[in-house]
């Protein structure tokens, strides 16, 4: 692996944390506790990993991303990393907050924090994925 090989990297990152997402969504909902933190702690992971691999991309790689797309999808493709941008921004002190209510067991707070965030966290980890592939794939 090169780090030109990163944006698929991250793009499968994206889609992991999509499915741990999901899955601690699915087991909060069944009342599974365990199973939910353990989805939750691998989705912090995936996307963590994803920042730094990012970061590391567009510092070292890729200053900017051009995307040469042409048609209907051009204006599609923009308002997707317009609205990418800002939330995964937004959503990151978020994340640590809502970790750090549910390490000390203020599991009120947590859920007050997690009931926005989480459609926001998965509209940005499932977005991510269409940008990788709007710019490498279609």
């Known amino acids: 692996m ?3 090989d990163l944006p698929v990297l991250n793009a499968c990152l994206n889609a992991c944390a999509t499915l741990f997402l999901l899955l601690g969504w699915i087991a909060i909902r069944r009342k599974d506790q365990k199973r939910h933190a353990k989805m939750m702690i691998c989705a912090l992971i995936a ?3 994803f920042l730094t691999s990012y970061v590391y991309y567009h510092t070292h790689v890729a200053m900017v991303t051009q995307y040469t797309g042409q048609g209907f999808l051009r204006p599609i493709y923009f308002f997707i990393l317009f609205t990418h941008i800002p939330l995964a921004i937004l959503i990151v002190p978020f ?14 707070r947590h859920k007050k924090i997690t009931k926005p965030l989480f459609p926001v966290w998965m509209y940005v980890s499932v977005t991510g994925v269409l940008i990788y592939l709007m710019l490498y794939v279609l």
Request: charged share 10%; proline share 0%.
């Open 47 to 49: 996307s963590t990993i």
């Open 2 to 4: 090169t780090v030109t």
């Open 95 to 108: 994340i640590v907050a809502a970790v750090w209510f549910a390490i000390r067991g203020q599991f009120e």
